[in-house]
């Protein structure tokens, strides 16, 4: 007894778990946020990442990432995994990629 | 890559000021690549994005108010939304941009009805827009189908205990929008003016549609 209750339910199956007070937050979409959300549904509208998978793809970040990463961290984050998997993108030419956009601003961490 | 560096802490040196130099956190950056890679390989075109921007942007709780406003003062017109949402909204010029189906639900003096996506945050965007955070997170998903009455307390909304809670959970392809009753006292309100009452909450199904006539 103990482990079956890790393999009948996917780690986004929470209903009727017990959970905390409802906090009434919420915020208006960072602009980065919004592209992302943009994104997914241009993703779907071409069949490239559905609904389904890209719940499946933040399922299979693992529950530390789900639980430290904000809504669309997990989402850009899954997206990145899955189309490594469907070989769309090589991981190689994102992390080139992603160089590139950092090298457009200047570097201003510090401390 | 330097982790995006947290804003929100104390510091004891002062900041330059923040400007569009400043280079975006790690996951905006992530987003930035990720499109800009599938642009290049011709999997979409940049303006699909920015034309998707515009029609989030487009999409907020007053559509929903619209429809819930109608099927008050047109019978007809709420027969036709009980019978297949997406269809009736659609006759009122509410396109969906997505594949999904939407399901009305009307709450009634021994009914009341009320939303949830247990399995992440499914949400009838085309008509209300964005969901809110608190609908995203663990403690809503988690707890409105098991205790819904306890959930619609901490909204301050009590429900009768005779009355039956319908809670019905959101998929990938079906989305629900509670249509709430139409509050006493409104008979001589505008269709437009009921709209205005109508608030995401209430379609959502966490609080009733009130009117105060003295604050009107």
């Known amino acids: 007894m103990g482990s079956e209750t890790l393999v009948n339910r996917i780690p986004n199956d929470i209903g009727g778990e017990p959970a905390g007070k409802i906090e009434r937050v919420e915020h208006v979409l960072l602009p980065w946020e919004k592209r992302c959300h943009a994104l997914a549904d ?70 | 890559m330097p982790y995006p560096h947290d804003h929100d802490h104390d510091h004891d040196h002062s900041h330059a000021p923040i400007t569009n130099d400043e280079r975006p956190g790690y996951y905006d950056i992530m987003e930035t690549a990720v499109r800009e890679l599938l642009i290049e390989k011709k999997l979409f075109g940049a303006d699909e994005i920015r034309r998707q921007i515009e029609v989030l942007d487009s999409r907020t709780p007053a559509l929903g108010a619209k429809v819930v406003a109608r099927a008050w003062v047109d019978r007809e017109f709420r027969k036709r939304l009980l019978e297949n949402g997406r269809k009736a909204c659609e ?32 949400y009838p965007r085309p008509v209300l827009g964005l969901p809110p955070d608190w609908y995203k997170l663990k403690p809503y998903r988690a707890r409105a189908v098991q205790e819904p009455r306890a959930v619609l307390k901490e909204f301050g909304t009590i429900i009768p205990d005779d009355v039956e809670i319908r809670v019905s959970d959101s998929t990938a392809i079906v989305r629900y929008l509670v249509l709430p009753m139409r509050p006493a006292g409104t008979d001589h309100l505008s269709e437009q003016e009921l709209a205005d009452l109508v608030t995401r909450d209430a379609m959502i199904g966490v609080i009733p549609v009130s009117y105060q006539k003295d604050a009107a």
């Open chain 2, 91 to 122: 006759t009122l010029g509410i396109t969906f941009y997505d594949d999904t189906e939407l399901i009305v639900l009307e709450n009634t003096p021994d009914i009341h009805n009320l939303i949830v996506c247990t399995l992440c945050s499914c």
């Open chain 1, 42 to 111: 241009v993703l779907d509208f071409h069949k490239i990442i559905n609904t389904e998978e890209k719940r499946r793809g933040v399922e299979s970040l693992g529950s530390e990432a789900v639980g430290k990463l904000s809504y669309y961290e997990r989402w850009i984050v899954a997206f990145a995994n899955i189309l490594f998997q469907k070989g769309i993108l090589v991981p190689s030419e994102l992390a080139e990629k992603v160089r590139e956009v950092e090298n457009r601003y200047p570097d201003t961490s510090h401390g």
